[in-house]
């Protein structure tokens, strides 16, 4: 992407940066970010929420043994990232992140911190493209698919509007019995009129836009084993009382998050 067409087209890693307070956005990204805001006022709470969700349900994975993590749809860097709290549990953890936006490339520096005993590899690549990414050196000589992986897709899903069950699977199938899939993804059940407006937001400026039902959401799991509490809004996933969101937010959940375990 040419730096002129970054200032004019509004991307989601961007506008997720501003809703999270940051600061690697433009014009475009701000101005559609507000448009959303409009709508889904708690948006700022939600992309705060699935942070939340990212570190708790990493440290989950990490207090069950995993020790090797694919990070697909991994955003502008946002400490802690997945590798830190990965490591503060168990350092010698490997950790490998996969973005599609050259904006979190240009930022993957903050993501290569790791400890000396662990390792972590940035791939530029389309979650898409499973096949491509399941084969890149990146991947490979980071992580040992034998041996079981934390597959983390966290605020990934609501871009991908056609295929993400194939997709999901494809990495499964991939991975070692014992390892972990993570997902967090925008729906409408809980708001309709609302998701449906943000959904032609994005797709009106140009990013691919899909929610889900909870029963097409629980389809992304089948064959797995899932982790207590089940499919469940992401600030009722485990919640260690670090983030705090009013109970009022639950009149305003719109998105899914769920942990399972591969048989
Ligand atoms: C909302 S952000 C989520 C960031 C992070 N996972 C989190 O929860 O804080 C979504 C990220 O997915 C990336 N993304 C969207 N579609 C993608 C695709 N097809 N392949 C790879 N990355 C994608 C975007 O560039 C963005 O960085």
Redesign the pocket.
């Known amino acids: 992407m040419g730096v002129e067409s970054a200032q004019t087209q509004p991307?989601?890693?961007r506008m997720?940066d501003y809703f999270l307070g940051g600061k690697d956005n433009y014009a475009a990204d701000r101005l559609a970010a507000e448009e959303v805001l409009k709508v889904w006022p708690t948006i700022k709470v939600a992309a705060t929420v699935?942070?939340a969700f990212?570190r708790r349900s990493t440290r989950f994975l990490a207090d069950a043994g995993i020790r090797q993590f694919l990070d697909?749809?991994?955003?502008?860097p946002?400490e802690p990232n997945l590798h830190q709290i990965a490591q503060e549990i168990t350092p010698e953890s490997r950790v490998v992140y996969?973005?599609?936006?050259p904006i979190?490339l240009a930022h993957a520096r903050a993501l290569m911190t790791t400890t000396p005993e662990g390792a972590t590899a940035y791939l530029e690549?389309?979650?898409?493209d499973p096949e491509s990414i399941l084969a890149s050196p990146e991947l490979t000589e980071i992580l040992d698919l034998s041996e079981p992986v934390g597959l983390s897709l966290?605020?990934?899903l609501h871009?991908?509007e056609t295929g993400a069950e194939e997709i999901v699977h494809t990495f499964l199938d991939a991975l070692a019995p014992g390892s972990y899939l993570v997902i967090c993804a925008a729906t409408a059940d809980f708001d309709p009129a609302q998701i449906a407006t943000v959904r032609e937001i994005y797709r009106a400026r140009g990013i691919t836009a899909q929610d889900r039902t909870r029963e097409e959401f629980a389809t992304l799991f089948q064959g797995l084993d899932l982790v207590d509490p089940g499919i469940v809004p992401p600030h009722r996933w485990r919640p260690d009382g670090i983030t705090e969101v009013p109970d009022s937010y639950d009149a305003s959940v719109s998105c899914y998050a769920g942990v399972a375990r591969k048989k």
């Open positions: 991307h989601s890693a997720y699935n942070r990212m697909i749809g991994t955003g502008i946002t996969v973005d599609h936006d979190v690549a389309d979650a898409t966290i605020a990934l871009f991908i």
